[in-house]
Structures are given as C-alpha cells and as structure tokens.
C-alpha cells in the first residue's frame, strides 16, 4: 500500500529529554514537511524538504531539529530546548513545486511527563 | 500572510442541510486548497483550485475562489453525519508553504 506513516501514535517524553518522531512514506514525493497543531489551532509549519539532504525551517523551528538522508524519511527531534512540547505532530509529503498538495500522516502526539 | 481565515469557526448543520465554509486571505495566490481532519487525525486534501479558475466540484463540493476580494467559499451539498470535521483553507503563494488557518469545525447532527 502507498502511503505515509508516522511513529509512534503518542509519545511520552520527561523533562530534559530529546525524542525523535519517525515520518516514513513510499509515495516517491520529493517534498516532506513537519507540522504542529495545538488544540483548535490550525498547522504550524516546523520544518520542510523539498529534496533528499536540504531542508528548511519554518515558522517554528527553535526547539526542533531534522535530517533528510533519505527520500523516503524525514524524522523529526524534539529537542530538551523546546519548553512546550506537548501537541500533535503531523508529518506531510508531496510532489515539488506550487501545484502540489500535500498527503498528510496519522500524526504523533507527543506528552510531557 | 498568506494564512488563511475560515469563517465560521463552528457550525452544526441537520444531516441533508448544505454547509458552506468561508476563506479570507491577505496576498496573492498560485492555487488555494481545502483539507479535511476528522478529530485526532491527519488532513485529508479535499480539492484544488488555481488562481485562474473560478468554480470547481469534486462530488458533493463545490469551491468557488474571488481573487479579487481575496476569499473562496466550501459548500457540502446533501451533509451527512461522516462529514463531520474540521475543514481547512490553505491559500499558496509562490513559495512552497501552506499556510492553515484554525478551521472550521463542522458537526452534522443525525
């Protein structure tokens, strides 16, 4: 089956501890993106690819770190530096370029212990 | 800012009724899409509709898109109780960002 998934479905994380999401799609899109949504708010843009070994920040992206080795996977690190962690991350991909839409994940939602 | 602004923020409609979502928007656009999230889930790309087209339908939707006041509209004709979720707008420029706004939370009662 095509599609994009996201692990875990929640994560728990302590104070002081970095944890990594894993974003992993087999669509052949070039373009990954991260978001974050906090409750009734909309998406708010942490990070984006457009191609294998560059990536972007967005408009959020203190806090956060990521890494595009692969095509196929865009993990996103929730770093001890980000002191409002708790929100539901939702990972993205689609074709390069201004036509495209996006195909979004399950989402990861993160909790602080 | 490209960000879009739906209005209204809730809306809760009897199954059969039609629904229409309203989008604002600050700046000029290459397309301007419409996605769905149904509750703890990721969005879903409902339709697609460029700067040069005016109307569009996809089933049961039908976009209409006003560059010049800047707004599109999201009508559902014939809701169901599965309709309901939240609905985004996502205006995009000519840079590779989508911009969501907080929403339109949809409730079709049964």
């Known amino acids: 089956d095509g599609g994009i998934t996201q692990s875990p479905k929640y994560l728990f994380r302590k104070e002081g501890q970095n944890v990594t999401l894993s974003c992993e799609q087999n669509?052949?899109?070039?373009?990954m993106y991260w978001y974050r949504q906090d409750p009734g708010q909309g998406l708010r843009l942490i990070y984006y690819?457009?191609?294998?070994?560059?990536?972007q920040k967005g408009d959020i992206a203190e806090g956060y770190s990521v890494s595009r080795e692969k095509k196929e996977s865009f993990p996103l690190t929730v770093t001890s530096a980000q002191k409002n962690p708790t929100a539901f991350y939702l990972c993205?991909?689609?074709?390069?370029?201004?036509?495209?839409?996006?195909?979004f994940g399950p989402g990861t939602r993160l909790l602080v212990l | 800012s490209q960000q879009g602004e739906e209005d209204p923020q809730a809306l809760s409609i009897q199954e059969g009724e039609n629904a229409t979502m309203n989008c604002s928007y600050k700046t000029s656009i290459n397309n301007l899409q419409w996605y769905r999230q149904n509750s703890g889930r990721g969005l879903v790309h409902l339709i697609l509709i460029r700067s040069n087209e005016r109307e569009k339908h996809s089933g049961r939707l039908r976009v209409t898109l006003d560059t010049s006041k800047k707004s599109s509209s999201l009508l559902i004709t014939a809701s169901r109780a599965a309709d309901t979720a939240s609905y985004f707008c996502a205006p995009r420029g000519s840079n590779y960002k989508l911009t969501f706004g907080k929403g339109t939370l949809l409730t079709v009662n049964p």
């Open positions: 993205a991909s689609g074709l390069a370029g201004t036509q495209e839409t996006q195909y």
């Open positions: 690819s457009q191609i294998v070994n560059d990536f």
């Open positions: 669509l052949n899109h070039d373009a």
